[in-house]
Structures are given as C-alpha cells and as structure tokens.
C-alpha cells in the first residue's frame, strides 16, 4: 500500500472520528485509537488462551524449558489435533514461541506477553 493511499485512509478516518478535514489534524489520536483496538483484541486473544487449564498446563512445562510438541502431547492424554489445536490458541496469543530445529517445532514461553498480564491483572486487582 503506498503512502499516498494510506494518508487518504488516515485522512478520512480522522475526518470520520474526529470531525476534521484538515489533512493529519487528529493522526495521533487515530494511532492511539488502533492502538488500543490492537492491545484489546490481544488481550482477547490471550485470555481465551489461559482460560482452558489444559493450556494453563502447557505454559507451566514450558516454565521448565522449551519442549517440543510430540514431548508436549506425550504429557496429555487427548488426541494430536487437539494438542495441535491448543499450541495454535497459545501461539496466536503470543504466549508460547516456535522455532524450528530439523523435522521438529520447538516451543518455548514469551515471557514478555506474560509479564504485560501479570501487570494489566496487578493493576485490575489494585495491588500496584
């Protein structure tokens, strides 16, 4: 997308929302906006993620070190597509990391994206 079109977006997007016609007038405010559009949905995303506790439990292997997904399903009595399944929850929330070495995929945690929940849920909870 070139620049040009993507200013004409910015520009009638901020005439939309903000009411202005001038040309990068509320710009800021229009990335703040899909700033917090875009956390939101992550958070989304990451709270479905930990709300199974089968996934609950992945996140603690991993605490122990990086694992791949057959030493991951081996702890699990449920089926390969459902492990599968899951591993792609976490990862879509960020919460888990992939790289592959060889034939395997080798996951490990995003601590990052752990430690921004822990503090969105310290100051929900008023403790910070």
Request: glycine share 8%.
């Amino acid at each position: 997308m070139s620049s040009r079109v993507s200013g004409t977006l910015y520009d009638e997007l901020g005439a939309l929302l903000f009411g202005s016609t001038e040309p990068d007038l509320g710009r800021g405010c229009l990335d703040d906006c899909l700033n917090i559009i875009a956390k939101n949905m992550r958070q989304e995303e990451v709270f479905k993620a930990l709300a199974d506790p089968s996934r609950r439990r992945v996140l603690r292997l991993l605490q122990r070190g990086s694992m791949t997904a057959g030493e991951l399903a081996r702890k699990f009595d449920f089926s390969a597509p459902s492990m599968s399944h899951h591993l792609s929850l976490l990862k879509a929330a960020d919460l888990v990391r992939t790289e592959r070495r060889g034939q395997s995929i080798v996951y490990s945690l995003n601590t990052s994206v752990l430690e921004d929940v822990s503090r969105f849920l310290l100051d929900l909870l008023g403790t910070r």
